[in-house]
């Protein structure tokens, strides 16, 4: 996967290929049926395919209060359009700027004279250009000006409902692991770098990898089952979410303990992926009482992991 920020460090091998815009947050099975179909039709022509998507995400820019969680960031986004068989990943910035252009000035702007797309499909919701204006129709019609080709792709739907980046945030806020899965089809995940935490955990003998959760889409506070992803291989771990109420901290962010020995994680990029919740984050009267509770955690996981 070729990672693009900026039209001056796009390839040329990717100009004059077929291209997909969406924000594509969470990179769901309705976001890889439009990666399949814009694959199948770009071989047909010998085609790159590239994916244009927006940082930040526009409500962030407009609604910076009501932005939703992010699903993925940027280096999770990558991996799956990697796998789904896109060859580059185009970013631009969503900026005040790029969203005054009506639908005609970004198609003229990013689609012909940056990437001088031969062929365009994209989800059957996409709107673009000033106030969302822009919609297939406006692609279509363009097309036969400009003389490219524009397809969208119908909603893709699992038991009567159309799979969104909604419907995860919803099914992930309730800590329904296995809905947001079959949406995803794959297991959701956390990734971050570890950073520094206040080493309590060191200190009450279950030594923890913190991640911030700024901005990210995270289960509600509490406990949880499950796995850490270090030196290609997933590993058996606890975590807890949340703000640590018996220390009484600031800010909500995931603490994961590996039952398995993995060394020091400072400044890696750990990847947490959620299998089951144990219970909710409480306040605890002493330190004491918190280390018998996460030897319980802990004893618990290992049940899970069939892990001694």
């Not at 920020?5 to 990179?27: H, K, S, Y």
């Not at 927006?54 to 940027?74: C, K, S």
Request: charged share 25%; aromatic share 10%; net charge positive.
């Amino acid at each position: 996967m070729y990672i693009v920020r900026g039209e001056q460090n796009l390839p040329d091998r990717f100009r004059g290929g077929a291209v997909t815009i969406g924000n594509f947050d969470g990179v769901h099975l309705g976001h890889q049926a439009v990666f399949k179909t814009l694959r199948r039709r770009a071989a047909d022509l010998t085609l790159p395919t590239v994916a244009i998507t927006f940082e930040p995400h526009p409500r962030r820019l407009f609604q910076p209060d009501n932005a939703p969680p992010r699903i993925t960031g940027v280096r999770g986004k990558a991996r799956w359009m990697e796998r789904a068989g896109i060859d580059a990943m185009y970013i631009l910035r969503f900026s005040r700027d790029l969203a005054s252009l009506s639908p005609e000035k970004f198609i003229e702007t990013v689609l012909l004279k940056s990437l001088r797309a031969r062929l365009v499909h994209v989800g059957y919701d996409f709107q673009f250009g000033m106030r969302g204006a822009g919609n297939i129709d406006t692609l279509k019609a363009m097309g036969l000006k400009y003389g490219y080709e524009a397809q969208e792709e119908p909603p893709f739907e699992l038991q009567g409902d159309k799979v969104s980046s909604t419907l995860i945030r919803y099914a992930i806020q309730d800590a329904d692991f296995e809905t947001a899965q079959n949406l995803l089809g794959r297991e959701f995940e956390i990734e971050g770098r570890v950073s520094s935490g206040q080493k309590r955990g060191r200190g009450l003998g279950f030594p923890t990898a913190n991640l911030t959760l700024n901005g990210l889409l995270h289960p509600p506070s509490g406990v949880y089952i499950v796995e850490g992803w270090i030196d290609g291989q997933w590993l058996p771990a606890v975590a807890n979410v949340g703000n640590n109420p018996t220390f009484g901290d600031a800010d909500i962010h995931l603490e994961a303990h590996m039952l398995a020995p993995c060394g020091d994680l400072y400044r890696k990029v750990l990847r947490i992926r959620f299998r089951e919740r144990i219970r909710a984050e409480i306040r605890f009267e002493s330190p004491e009482a918190l280390i018998a509770q996460i030897k319980q955690d802990v004893a618990q996981a290992k049940a899970f992991f069939s892990y001694s």
